[in-house]
């Protein structure tokens, strides 16, 4: 049931007849790769006119623990790529330099970044105070949920990043209107969280690769689904196409603007440029469901691999330079990769899609509205029936 509903029952894409190409994982979601981990901690409080520092509150965070909590230390090869950097990633200079890294990943609004980074040092410091003692570079990235959320009221605080820390477990994962994907849009509708995975088959081995996206992203008249340019027969009851904007913060960005953050997983054994050339193809996934790219949109993308790579671990040498001290990595060759890439490509796709479809409407502060993609009128359209 996964694979094609929530754990409360709600329809993903599948149900509603929208398979992208692929073979799914069993769960359809980034868990699919042994050992990764999701919690979230959603915010929603009040109604009404914005008072800053007491709401609406539309917003919260979410937490991927590469390893699970007992892995937290042991390292991961990765690599970063930014289609466009109007967002926040941090740690990944890091990432850059030393090809991995080995603390959880958190994602939030983009002015709940410091809290989070914050709460992700706080909770190393209690679950695992030795390594706790060394210098700690979280990941925690951001889009931007200031249409529904009082975005400048403090509201994400350590302790919910501790709690989203706490609360990560395997299997389903939550998504739409959950953790740091509350309050955001997509394509103009109401978006969030999104997750799927594909399988790929490797020889006698099956490596699976997945997605996870905090979708802020795209205008209305760019949607495409399965192929299908359905954006422009859904552009009636759009509140976010509005002149909120420029009354609010004083400019007028283009439709679309938002961001995507795409954190990419999988169990096959790849060196840190590979992990690299991963990240790259998310924008190839994206595209499928129409979005040209907009300059007022930050696209940060991560990858990562869960293979053991003890050669990559960041520790400080100790004594001499034995004669035998060489780190080794094994890894997919590099003429092999083609299949892992599409397994990106399909797994975004339909993470997006899904992030759009497990979603209600949402009304946030001031009464700002954003609708849920309506399932009905889309199955017609994707049908020929209208």
Not at 25 to 32: K, R, S
Not at 115 to 126: A, E, S, Y
Not at 294 to 319: K, Q, R, W
Request: a negative charge; charged letters at 20%; aromatic letters at 6%.
């Amino acid at each position: 049931m996964s694979a094609t509903h929530t754990a409360d029952g709600r329809p993903r894409a599948r149900a509603l007849g929208i398979a992208p190409p692929g073979r799914p994982g069993p769960h359809n979601a980034i868990t699919d790769v042994d050992g990764v981990e999701v919690g979230v901690v959603t915010l929603i409080e009040g109604d009404g006119p914005l008072v800053v520092g007491k709401g609406p509150v539309r917003t919260g965070v979410t937490a991927i623990l590469p390893r699970g909590r007992d892995g937290v230390g042991q390292p991961c090869a990765a690599g970063w790529y930014s289609l466009n950097g109007n967002g926040e990633m941090t740690g990944t200079t890091w990432i850059e330099e030393a090809g991995s890294f080995n603390l959880p990943v958190v994602l939030s609004n983009t002015h709940a970044v410091g809290d989070c980074h914050t709460g992700v040092i706080r909770w190393v410091n209690r679950v695992n105070p030795y390594l706790a003692r060394q210098w700690l570079l979280p990941v925690c990235a951001e889009t931007w949920d200031g249409y529904l959320n009082d975005i400048n009221g403090g509201h994400v605080r350590p302790e919910h990043v501790e709690a989203a820390l706490d609360t990560a477990a395997p299997g389903p994962v939550a998504e739409g209107s959950v953790g740091g994907g509350t309050g955001m849009n997509c394509y103009e509708f109401k978006g969030g969280n999104g997750t799927a995975s594909r399988l790929v088959e490797y020889g006698e081995t099956t490596f699976t690769v997945a997605a996870f996206v905090q979708a802020n992203f795209g205008s209305r008249a760019e949607l495409t689904v399965a192929g299908r340019h359905v954006g422009p027969h859904l552009l009636d009851d759009n509140p976010l196409d509005s002149d909120w904007f420029e009354k609010d913060l004083g400019i007028t960005p283009p439709p679309g603007a938002g961001s995507v953050i795409a954190i990419v997983a999988t169990d096959a054994p790849l060196l840190p440029g590979q992990c690299k050339a991963l990240a790259r193809r998310v924008p190839l996934g994206l595209a499928r469901t129409g979005t040209a790219g907009s300059h007022f949109s930050g696209d940060i993308f991560l990858a990562f691999s869960t293979a053991e790579v003890p050669g990559l671990a960041s520790a400080f040498p100790i004594g001499p330079v034995g004669a035998d001290e060489f780190g080794t990595i094994s890894f997919v060759p590099w003429g092999r990769m083609d299949d892992l890439y599409t397994a990106v490509v399909q797994s975004v796709e339909e993470a997006v899609l899904n992030a759009l479809v497990v979603n209600d409407d949402m009304v946030g502060r001031d009464g700002h509205r954003s609708p849920r993609l309506p399932h009905e009128r889309l199955m017609a359209l994707l049908n020929g029936k209208t």
